[in-house]
């Protein structure tokens, strides 16, 4: 088992651009997370799938990001149009669902640069 | 909504001191409470973990005791080590969904 892996780890565009992410969970987890780091900030929840179901969407979320899970078991996180704004560390992570500690492993993130 | 605060830093100590980390939160019910650590260029790694009142979670040398009637949960190491040195994030969950992250703890140790 080679843990949550990211790709790609480092993105640069610009400004208008579309932009997409993939997260790779740990093999036997059915739930998956993704999340925004900006500097000096804690991660903020973005979206979570429960198998392929997206189950739960932050009002961070706008309509310019769109995340799918199409088998239950990579997902993407694409966004359209990016703005400077859009620029952070994107993480993904991954859990058990039936696990009572709820424990979810991060990958080592997408830093993303809008220019 | 839920929330988690947690003391500014950054905590600056010598090897062998004694470490606090301030943690409280706001939720309804019951939430699992989370210790995670992000040390220089990795990714965030679950350091302790306790989810019902009194409950101590522990790992590495570190401890933190979820605390109902105050609604905390602090993290506390006995002696610091320079590999100690690393961003500190308490959280929280309910029901196995979302995490809610403080904004970080930056931890430095000098020998």
């Known amino acids: 088992d080679t843990g949550v892996s990211q790709d790609p780890r480092h993105k640069i565009t610009k400004r208008g651009q579309n932009v997409t992410f993939r997260c790779d969970p740990i093999?036997?987890?059915?739930?998956l997370y993704w999340y925004r780091q900006t500097l000096g900030q804690g991660p903020e929840f973005l979206t979570y799938?429960?198998?392929?179901?997206?189950?739960?969407k932050s009002r961070l979320l706008s309509d310019r990001f769109s995340a799918e899970r199409p088998k239950g078991s990579f997902s993407t996180l694409e966004i359209q149009r990016t703005e400077q704004g859009d620029s952070a560390m994107y993480l993904c992570?991954?859990?058990?669902?039936?696990?009572?500690?709820?424990?979810?492993?991060f990958g080592p993130g997408t830093r993303l640069t809008v220019l | 909504g839920n929330s988690v605060t947690q003391m500014e830093g950054p905590v600056t100590l010598s090897e062998e001191a004694f470490l606090t980390i301030n943690c409280t939160y706001t939720?309804?019910?019951?939430?699992?409470l989370f210790w995670y650590v992000q040390y220089p260029g990795e990714g965030l790694q679950l350091l302790l973990k306790?989810?019902?009142?009194?409950d101590k979670g522990s790992n590495k040398g570190f401890e933190a005791t979820y605390r109902k009637e105050t609604t905390s949960f602090h993290l506390e190491k006995g002696s610091v080590q320079v590999s100690d040195s690393a961003v500190y994030f308490c959280?929280?969950?309910?029901?196995?969904?979302?995490?809610?992250f403080g904004k970080g703890t930056t931890l430095s140790v000098s020998s």
């Open positions: 992570a991954s859990s058990f669902g039936d696990s009572l500690y709820n424990e979810q492993f």
């Open positions: 093999s036997e987890h059915n739930r």
């Open positions: 799938f429960q198998n392929e179901a997206q189950l739960e």
């Open positions: 939720a309804t019910g019951y939430p699992s």
């Open positions: 306790a989810t019902k009142a009194d």
């Open positions: 959280a929280l969950s309910q029901a196995g969904t979302a995490l809610i």
